[in-house]
């Protein structure tokens, strides 16, 4: 009950073997060049042009193509051009697994059928941000993939409130944070009461109580539960072309005055009304 | 009962994989190991027929414990653990190196045991 990718969906089930999702991904390798080698194939850049831009990448983190235009090799048309031509020459996992015979077009169909309906469930619903940004669609994506862990994963009835942007994170008994990367750069936290947190580790441990459970375990439940959410959120962020790259979790015990939102930085806090009377927020502070 | 050995930073998650592990009747854990490096030592001494594997965790990553292994043990088998379900670089990846198959979080535990008894 996880968002995935269809290579994955077909292996979990057991339609197919590692050994020839392997050969399908080798398969893949082969015909899907990369976007530097499909250049030069095109004849607009050579291979020298090619290392000069990835000597410039360690020190700008810039993806290969809008580096290739920031140093006049290529044009924005022609980035387009060679986009194009990768998207249609994609050969899809799917398609790799025909083309060895360990799929039918057939199967495959039905497969893929069946693995829409399975993600549906993943999809983003609406959410309302207050401020519009760049990523906004990633910010949705995220509050809404937390409110269906907390239903899927905690168990737990709750009504969302209205997102705010505050300037001073309100105290909590614990915090559990997570830093994203790559496309973006935001910290993903979850803020939960102490009843809130046994909650949490009754449901992560599948235990009926947790009385008697560490603090350390007690807080891990919680961590855990970021882990969960922020790596299902960089599978579907990369599904739609954005690279988020994830550290693992931190404990945070914020001081009775709250924990101030660094200069250059915007949160966005979504309150989340638990059906026993209790408050979780969930809070991403962005990188401006 | 086969031997599983699980290698993970978070206490809950190897809570959890034991708990749904020991229950089977059919596996039985024989560890918990907290990163890579220890996964190497405890696969020795244990001698573990299944891995359970993180691919996040800090210090000796899943993917790197897993390129040794699959040098040093070619019987073991490997199953690499992960929130990020089939993304990127890293799923293809631990194909590659030879992970039998990827268990998704948030668990199911008929998924889970499911692809172990596949072994």
């Given at each position: 009950?996880?968002?995935?990718?269809?290579?994955?969906?077909?292996?979990?089930?057991?339609?197919?073997?590692?050994?020839?999702?392997?050969d399908?991904?080798?398969?893949q390798?082969?015909?899907?060049?990369k976007?530097?080698?499909?250049?030069?194939?095109?004849?607009?850049?050579?291979?020298?042009?090619?290392?000069?831009?990835?000597?410039?990448?360690?020190?700008?983190?810039?993806?290969?193509?809008?580096?290739?235009?920031?140093?006049?090799?290529?044009?924005?048309?022609?980035?387009?051009?060679?986009?194009?031509?990768?998207k249609?020459?994609?050969?899809?996992i799917?398609?790799?697994?025909?083309?060895?015979?360990?799929?039918?077009?057939?199967?495959?169909?039905?497969?893929?059928?069946?693995?829409?309906?399975?993600?549906?469930?993943?999809?983003?619903?609406?959410?309302?941000?207050?401020?519009?940004?760049?990523?906004?669609?990633?910010?949705?994506?995220?509050?809404?993939?937390?409110?269906?862990m907390?239903?899927?994963?905690l168990?737990?009835?709750?009504?969302?409130?209205?997102?705010?942007?505050?300037?001073?994170?309100?105290p909590?008994?614990?915090m559990a944070?997570?830093?994203?990367?790559?496309?973006?750069?935001?910290?993903?936290l979850?803020?939960?009461?102490?009843?809130?947190?046994?909650?949490?580790?009754?449901?992560?441990?599948?235990?009926?109580?947790?009385d008697?459970?560490?603090?350390?375990?007690?807080?891990?439940?919680?961590?855990?539960?970021?882990?969960?959410v922020?790596?299902?959120?960089?599978?579907?962020?990369?599904?739609?072309?954005?690279?988020?790259?994830?550290?693992?979790?931190?404990?945070?015990?914020?001081?009775?005055?709250?924990?101030?939102?660094?200069?250059?930085?915007?949160?966005?806090?979504?309150?989340?009304?638990?059906?026993?009377?209790?408050l979780?927020?969930?809070?991403?502070?962005?990188?401006? | 009962?086969?031997?599983?050995?699980?290698?993970?930073?978070?206490?809950?998650?190897?809570?959890?994989?034991?708990?749904?592990?020991?229950?089977?009747?059919?596996?039985?854990?024989?560890?918990?190991?907290?990163?890579?490096?220890?996964?190497?030592?405890m696969?020795?001494?244990?001698?573990?027929?299944?891995?359970?594997?993180?691919?996040?965790?800090?210090?000796?990553?899943?993917?790197?414990?897993l390129?040794?292994?699959?040098?040093?043990?070619?019987?073991?088998?490997?199953?690499?653990?992960?929130?990020?379900?089939?993304?990127?670089?890293?799923?293809?990846?631990?194909?590659?190196?030879g992970?039998?198959?990827?268990?998704?979080?948030?668990?199911?535990?008929?998924?889970?045991?499911?692809?172990?008894?596949?072994?």
């Amino acid at each position: 009950m996880a968002v995935q990718f269809f290579g994955q969906f077909l292996m979990e089930r057991g339609i197919v073997t590692g050994t020839a999702l392997r050969d399908a991904i080798q398969l893949q390798e082969k015909n899907n060049i990369k976007l530097g080698e499909t250049a030069v194939a095109m004849g607009l850049i050579t291979l020298a042009d090619i290392q000069r831009a990835h000597n410039a990448q360690l020190s700008k983190d810039m993806k290969l193509g809008d580096l290739l235009v920031e140093m006049g090799l290529l044009t924005l048309i022609q980035l387009d051009d060679i986009i194009t031509r990768q998207k249609n020459n994609h050969l899809h996992i799917g398609e790799a697994l025909v083309q060895l015979g360990v799929l039918t077009a057939d199967t495959l169909r039905q497969h893929l059928d069946a693995f829409k309906t399975d993600q549906a469930r993943y999809i983003s619903s609406g959410i309302e941000l207050p401020v519009i940004s760049a990523n906004s669609a990633i910010w949705e994506m995220t509050a809404d993939l937390t409110f269906k862990m907390i239903t899927r994963v905690l168990n737990l009835q709750f009504h969302a409130g209205t997102c705010t942007t505050p300037t001073v994170l309100s105290p909590n008994f614990m915090m559990a944070a997570m830093d994203l990367s790559g496309d973006v750069s935001a910290r993903y936290l979850i803020s939960v009461s102490q009843e809130l947190q046994k909650s949490i580790a009754r449901a992560i441990l599948g235990e009926a109580s947790v009385d008697d459970e560490p603090a350390e375990v007690l807080e891990d439940t919680v961590m855990e539960f970021v882990n969960v959410v922020c790596g299902n959120v960089a599978a579907k962020a990369s599904q739609t072309g954005v690279i988020l790259n994830i550290n693992p979790p931190v404990a945070l015990h914020p001081p009775a005055h709250g924990l101030a939102v660094p200069d250059g930085h915007t949160a966005l806090c979504f309150p989340i009304h638990t059906g026993s009377g209790e408050l979780m927020e969930m809070i991403l502070i962005i990188k401006e | 009962m086969v031997k599983v050995l699980i290698v993970d930073d978070s206490l809950s998650v190897a809570r959890q994989l034991e708990k749904i592990i020991s229950e089977s009747g059919d596996f039985s854990c024989v560890g918990h190991a907290k990163n890579g490096a220890e996964a190497i030592k405890m696969n020795h001494i244990e001698d573990p027929e299944i891995i359970c594997m993180d691919m996040n965790m800090p210090g000796m990553d899943g993917l790197t414990a897993l390129r040794t292994l699959s040098v040093m043990d070619k019987e073991v088998k490997v199953v690499m653990v992960t929130s990020l379900g089939g993304v990127g670089e890293k799923f293809t990846e631990a194909i590659k190196l030879g992970a039998k198959n990827v268990i998704s979080k948030p668990f199911d535990a008929e998924t889970v045991l499911r692809i172990l008894r596949e072994l």
